[in-house]
């Protein structure tokens, strides 16, 4: 399985990205997917998750933020699209890291867990002051 991540790039303080997360030949809708950070010299930081939403009710909460983004970070899914994003909006330069997408092949989000099954090779976001 091959995540791809894409939407990476250099932004302003305040500015906004979108990221993707795709994977080629792999139905993404049935999984759990995760996004994670990592800035240079600090630790991988998970930043957002997804449920599936296939067979969730609308009143299931299947998406789950980090305090460090929320209000700023949004993660969403397009089952049609096989496409997971992450739109950041107000990015600040304590923002600046590798965003990684990962899944543990789970359908319910467990934020707080490293223990994945596949991950993405990251792309760079970096905010300038």
């Known amino acids: 399985v091959q995540l791809v991540e894409s939407g990476g790039g250099l932004v302003q303080s305040g500015g906004s990205l979108t990221l993707s997360c795709a994977a080629p030949g792999f139905t993404l809708d049935y999984y759990a997917i995760y996004w994670f950070r990592q800035a240079p010299g600090k630790e991988r930081e998970g930043v957002s998750c997804i449920s599936s939403n296939i067979g969730a009710s609308n009143s299931d909460e299947i998406t789950r933020i980090a305090d460090s983004v929320k209000g700023r970070f949004t993660i969403s899914r397009d089952n049609a699209e096989n496409t997971v994003y992450l739109q950041m909006n107000n990015l600040k330069p304590e923002d600046t890291a590798v965003y990684y997408c990962?899944?543990?092949?789970?359908?319910?989000?467990?934020?707080?867990?490293?223990?994945?099954?596949?991950w993405g090779k990251g792309t760079l976001v970096t905010v300038s002051a």
């Open positions: 990962a899944t543990d092949t789970l359908s319910n989000c467990r934020f707080g867990s490293t223990r994945m099954d596949f």
